[in-house]
């Protein structure tokens, strides 16, 4: 795998995040408090594997971790 395809892997990932984020917010407003909760947990699980192939991806090429993700240096 080269670095650009790690990168695009992972920005297509983040983008599942952020859909699985709207999936749990949606079902939160439109199910009962106890389907919630069942459900939640499997969107939940999903979320966990899509961080785990991301950081796969961030060891494999250090150079393309977020921002927002790295240690502030100024400490």
């Known amino acids: 795998m080269t670095r650009d395809v790690a990168l695009r ?6 983008g599942v995040r952020s859909s699985l984020s709207s999936v749990a917010d949606y079902m939160q407003r439109n199910v009962s408090e106890e389907e919630y909760k069942t459900l939640v947990a499997f969107v939940g699980k999903s979320m966990g594997e899509t961080v785990w192939l991301s950081n796969r991806l961030y060891e494999m090429f250090p150079d393309i971790v977020p921002d927002e993700l790295k240690g502030s240096d100024k400490e």
């Open 9 to 14: 892997i992972d920005a297509l990932v983040i």
